[in-house]
């Protein structure tokens, strides 16, 4: 139900055009996004005690290595951090595994060293996170892609235009400018910060609203920080939601406040919906995806109007109070004028064209089509 298991599901569909796809999940009793191929159920979730994720790990070695043969696959292309670990065992195929998280990468690059160590390839979801992963192991040059995430244009449309309950409405009408933030309520996202800057904001402008998309163990933070924010009946909270679109396209624009990220893909999703963006200059994605560089050292000081959307200074766990200052003046310019709500709300939809089905896929099969034939040249040597 998160961002890499949405990107695993619209994976799926791009590589089912032309490939047989299965789905391999630990645990599939939550299945929240649509997908294509055929879905294997390894029912292993996750366990809290030591011996518990020992064992886990043992009887999820068992499964795949026994998926592999019977199945007779040729590549295995993990998603998650877990899935990642999986790949210190040896497995009789092409083993790809994934960076999602800029954050993980920053902290504990030495484990993505070691999976790809036992492993024919890395794909990053960004340029950035797979420059600086080579900073550190200029080595594995030759192993280690970089691959936007696939968003769903169509389909996302079309969930949009669903209908939504008479409280949100009630909720809109009493608030003309709305911002919205999507995601799950975890330290990561930083929505504790966009509450402040968002009251903020309001103290200038009485007609916004925020609408935060999403459930977990942060909800706690969040409604201490509205009380000590003093926006009360200014926040609507929608709870986790399988099709966020019918909300988020009913709203004015769209924020990301997060500490760190992969690639954001609810970023470009809100741009596919015709929403205008405000983002703060986060590692990695933002920058990459509103003004097509990996310059993270810029934007320090004050917010800049970029190509596709506004990117704001950095927000930290530290002093960023300046960085508050700025994400909350850039919400209070932009919904403050029509002009350049309607000119960035042109060029998202403009942009998240540029995530189409037919890129990643073009870009992933030659990835695929690359390892493949290293791998039988590597066994033609053996012969």
Do not use: W
Not at 291 to 298: A, G, K, L
Not at 305 to 330: S, V, W
């Amino acid at each position: 139900m998160g961002g890499t298991e949405r990107s695993a599901a619209n994976i799926s569909k791009v590589l089912a055009d032309e490939h047989n796809v299965l789905l391999a999940l630990y645990d599939g009793t939550q299945i929240k996004y649509s997908f294509a191929g055929r879905l294997i159920d390894f029912q292993l979730p996750p366990k809290k005690t030591f011996l518990g994720k020992v064992l886990n790990t043992f009887l999820r070695d068992v499964k795949l290595r026994k998926l592999i043969k019977q199945e007779q696959i040729d590549i295995l292309y993990m998603f998650t951090a877990i899935g990642n670990r999986q790949t210190r065992y040896p497995y009789n195929t092409g083993k790809i595994i994934s960076a999602r998280d800029f954050g993980r990468m920053f902290e504990k690059s030495y484990e993505y060293k070691k999976a790809l160590n036992k492993s024919a390839a890395m794909i990053c979801n960004s340029e950035y996170t797979k420059q600086f992963y080579l900073l550190k192991y200029p080595e594995d040059r030759d192993k280690v892609f970089s691959l936007y995430n696939y968003i769903d244009i169509a389909e996302i449309r079309e969930q949009a235009l669903e209908t939504v309950d008479a409280e949100f409405l009630a909720f809109l009408n009493q608030h003309e400018k709305t911002i919205v933030a999507v995601g799950r309520f975890c330290k990561e996202k930083g929505f504790e910060y966009l509450i402040d800057s968002f009251s903020q904001a309001r103290e200038k402008n009485q007609e916004l609203g925020l609408v935060l998309i999403g459930d977990g163990e942060y909800k706690a933070k969040y409604l201490e920080a509205i009380e000590k924010c003093d926006v009360g009946g200014h926040v609507y909270f929608t709870g986790f939601q399988k099709n966020p679109y019918k909300y988020m396209s009913r709203c004015r624009c769209f924020v990301l406040s997060s500490l760190s990220e992969g690639f954001p893909n609810v970023l470009a999703e809100a741009m596919a919906l015709g929403l205008p963006v405000i983002a703060d200059n986060c590692y990695s994605g933002p920058a990459e995806i509103l003004r097509r560089d990996q310059n993270y050292n810029s934007v320090t000081d004050i917010y800049q109007e970029c190509e596709y959307g506004i990117l704001t200074p950095r927000i930290t766990e530290a002093d960023n109070r300046h960085a508050l200052a700025q994400l909350a003046a850039a919400m209070k310019d932009l919904l403050s004028s029509d002009e350049k709500m309607q000119h960035y709300a042109k060029l998202s939809i403009e942009r998240a064209c540029e995530f189409s089905r037919e890129a990643v896929s073009e870009k992933l099969d030659s990835i695929f089509e690359e390892l493949l034939e290293r791998r039988n040249r590597r066994d033609s040597h053996k012969k």
